[in-house]
T-cell receptor, first 113, second 113 residues
Framework: DAGVIQSPRHEVTEMGQEVTLRCKPI?????LFWYRQTMMRGLELLIY????????DSGMPEDRFSAKMPNASFSTLKIQPSEPRDSAVYFC???????????FGSGTRLTVV | GDSVTQMEGPVTLSEEAFLTINCTYT??????LFWYVQYPGEGLQLLLK?????DKGSNKGFEATYRKETTSFHLEKGSVQVSDSAVYFC????????????FGAGTRLFVKA
């Protein structure tokens, strides 16, 4: 398996623009997580899915953020409109079971100018 | 709620020194415990795990023992290498947490040649 695949690796956008981050989890994993990492706040859980259904989105900062998982092999995180404070590394991770560890993607480094 | 506390860094060691990174947790029930490692510019990687009391997880010379009586999961390595320089995260995952993982703040390790 190629692991968790995220795209793009880097994204630079202007304030106010829409940004879409993509994630392909490991086949057979039924949990998918979106995290954000910054120096100031560390690793923050934004939202997670189980069997494509959103379970907990309490970490989504505000209505500008939305996430979807239309099928077991694909998820998106969208920010509209983007703001400079959204600049961070966004990670997607997947897991096969309730007690298992996560496999993380390589992340998307987002810079909003 | 569940929580993880790990020692603050950075930790600076000389090559071949003994490493200990302390981690304690608070959780109801019986969580699974993990150590993850993050190298610069990469996502977190699962280093080792333990799923029940007295289990010892080990990988790449690192080991940690699940101590329920002291609610601890300290990471150790007998002889560190320069290539071990990274950020290490202690984490737990439990039913009461909705099976999402709670991460510690991370401990940065520098190993000098």
């Amino acid at each position: 398996d190629a692991g968790v695949i995220q795209s793009p690796r880097h994204e630079v956008t202007e304030m106010g623009q829409e940004v879409t981050l993509r994630c392909k989890p490991i086949s057979g994993h039924d949990y998918l997580f979106w995290y954000r990492q910054t120096m100031m706040r560390g690793l923050e859980l934004l939202i997670y899915f189980n069997n494509n259904v959103p379970i907990d989105d309490s970490g989504m900062p505000e209505d500008r953020f939305s996430a979807k998982m239309p099928n077991a092999s694909f998820s998106t995180l969208k920010i509209q409109p983007s703001e400079p404070r959204d600049s961070a590394v966004y990670f997607c991770a997947s897991s096969s079971g309730r007690a298992d560890g996560y496999t993380f993607g390589s992340g998307t480094r987002l810079t909003v100018v | 709620g569940d929580s993880v506390t790990q020692m603050e860094g950075p930790v600076t060691l000389s090559e071949e020194a003994f490493l200990t990174i302390n981690c304690t947790y608070t959780a109801t029930g019986y969580p699974s415990l993990f150590w993850y490692v993050q190298y610069p510019g990469e996502g977190l990687q699962l280093l080792l795990k333990a799923t029940k009391a007295d289990d010892k997880g080990s990988n790449k010379g690192f080991e940690a023992t699940y101590r329920k009586e002291t609610t601890s999961f300290h990471l150790e390595k007998g002889s560190v290498q320069v290539s071990d320089s990274a950020v290490y995260f202690c984490a737990l995952r439990s039913y009461t947490g909705g099976f999402k993982t709670i991460f510690g703040a991370g401990t940065r390790l520098f190993v000098k040649a």
